[in-house]
């Protein structure tokens, strides 16, 4: 076991390597450096089917990386092994999708690059799902968070990108970054010390309930959760699409484990903080579906659904939080709504990837995001056509598709909760879901619907290899939404260790049938659902429904009264669906308008304060680098004579000379912004192991 994953990270080192190798090949670098990272996916994912019988015995895989200076350990349980599961498959099908996409970005340059920082990325977050430790935990944290960034800007040459970027670089290391390093350092102060943060040692101590509140904060704000959400739109519009897929498909469910890991694991399942998370999910699903409805950017639209999708996600795990906190009979039930959360979660891994591996397709094509002014691309694009239906179909939880069966299930754990407020949360997760319907209705129909326009007339379909990469996550699509049992028993492995109770009396999962019964409903009154049921059921409707209604059609001119009218006037625009809708519901986006013209406000006053201090402390810097420097230059030069305590202290100005030069050659030749970065983490680090 530990061999699979100690090759999938000499597989995305070596990826780094070959770039550097070819870097000045920007085609090869990319095209050798992808095919690695697609080996280290496939490598990942063979490590997670080999650990999947481990898991359902109840054991756990765990090894330490002794490397001389520092041991670092790992360990990977069920809910680890489902984010390898997702890592794993997302990473493989963006690894063959992006070597021709990436030719829309080779007029600037630097592929080497672009793969540094794309496996770096990648490693990061299948290192923190496995970390055992905080320290080193936190330490990837800000690797995954600087990586993600530099990617995010990979066309920094545009305004609107940058300020994307900077949005979320400023909001991630206020929000995210400074909760957690204020989080590890309480729990250091606590332990004394970096192996006192392993997560074993940590889950015996009794904490603070500020460690939710921190977490909460930390965690949430990475996911996307409403309010913490503002950073999202503009990072998923602006990033290359793979990116964009990769961190509304992976990053934010990173944050999601990390949440579950520390306030479930490390911490206990606390009532109170499970209500709390299920309301902000029942908020942000509805709040990002809605923002969504209005949106006529195809990958701004995208990035809203995003949050709504997480909000389902957060509902799911707060209904499970708060189960399993009861205890008794209740903890199975919450073992079970906490399933349907991860099973949304892998769900919208793979319809979300697909869908904006698809809105890349209508950029690299078109080299437009714009819905008003798409069309007809069904004709001219139709397995991308088809494989966005089926990802849209997904995410509006349409059966047999996967999104269905993991909203059924989140439906029936608030349903059968027999708690008010959390039957409630349910009726609006079941309502914003036909509003979702509406989204997709607009964004397909307006993309592939009707007649080519003028942008879209001469458009082919994109290569086989980006279709292979988007077919691939299509039939993950189809195949968890009719066999949902070949990953619940994995998804129900994190629930049963924390409830340490038998499932068997509350589910049924076989691959043709899901049943789910509450503890408190009598026998026979079970909720349960048949996909391949369905599919049999519905095909023989649509057959019966092709076979009566004549096939033959007659299209004639529409009646213009004499006008001239051409025909792709009577289309109708993205920006005309639901306007009567987007006018009744008016005062929340005018409410949200304010509050983001709030947090921008907030953002620059931050941001102008943190640059101010940079430069007060880059300038002393210079001079003291400067003083340094100077002062080893004349020993080195000046002092002819040496005794023995000047040979004892020479090599130590020297050092202090080098360090000096080295300082002030980083001061003068780098990104600002990066060397404070870089300068900041370091007294982090140095701060945590002293």
Known sequence: MKELFTLTIIL????MAIALVFKRNYKLSISLGHTLTALASLSLLAFTVKGIPLVLQGMAIDFTYNLGVVKIPFYIDGLSLILCFILGSLGLAVSIYSPKYMEFYEKLGKGWLYIILYSTFVLSMMLIVTIANMFWFLFLWEVMTFTSYLLTIWESNKEDVRKAGWKYFVT??????????MAVALLYAKTGSVNGLNFENLATLKLSPIFYVLFLIGFGSKSGVVPLHFWAPDAYKVAPSGISSLMAGALEKVAVYALIRTTCFILKPNETFGYVVALLGTIT???????ALKQTDAKRLLAYHSI???GYIWLGMGVGIVFIAKGGIYSAFGAIALASSLYHLVNHTFFKGLLFLSAGSILYRTRSRDL????GLAKLMPFTAIFTLIAALSIAGTPPFNGFMSKWMIYQSTFLSGNGLLVFFGVMALFISAATLASFIKFYTTAFGGEPTKLTQNVKEVSSSMLIAKGFLASLCLLLGLIPALILPLLLSPGKALANVDLSGLITTKYWLVLIKSPLTPAGAESYFNPLLFVGVFGVMLFAILISVPTKKTVAEPWTNGEPVKLEHYK????????PFEEYIHGLYHGGSELNEFGIAVKDALTHAYLSVAETLTRWAAKISGAITGIGRWYVTSVKE???DEAALSPVVKVVQGSGVVFGEMLGNLNLLFTIAIVVLGIILILLTL
């Open 12 to 15: 995305y080192f070596a990826s």
């Open 572 to 579: 109708l625009k993205a920006k005309h669906y639901y306007l």
């Open 172 to 181: 991630m290391h206020i929000v995210s970054t400074l909760p957690l390093v």
């Open 308 to 310: 709504g999708q997480i």
């Open 642 to 644: 040496v005794y023995l």
């Open 372 to 375: 008003n002014a798409l069309g």
């Open 285 to 291: 699903l509805t709040v990002g579906t809605l923002y």
